[in-house]
């Protein structure tokens, strides 16, 4: 029995190639798009940390100024209240 060959498509095997070759183009491109956004994402990230930081430093500034003004009020109402004591001893 002889064997009989078949012809090689080789139409077939060129598109296939082809189509590896872009797929492997695309695989490599994917690849430095995710490492990109993964590099923004950690940026992005590192900003919103310091944001949130110097959001709570604000607000303790915030309790901060609040707590002197009730201070300040505090000895505003002392002092009224010494310099009406001194004037009632100049009679």
Known sequence: MAKTERPVDT??????????????????????????TADALQRATRELDDARIRLKEAEGSGAEI???????ETIRTRVSSLL??????NL
């Open 11 to 36: 139409e077939a095997l060129d598109r296939l190639e082809d189509k590896v070759r872009l797929l492997v183009a695309l695989v490599g491109r994917m690849r430095s798009e995710h490492a990109q």
């Open 84 to 89: 009406a004591q001194i004037e009632d001893l």
């Open 66 to 72: 609040a707590a002197l003004k009730d201070e300040r």
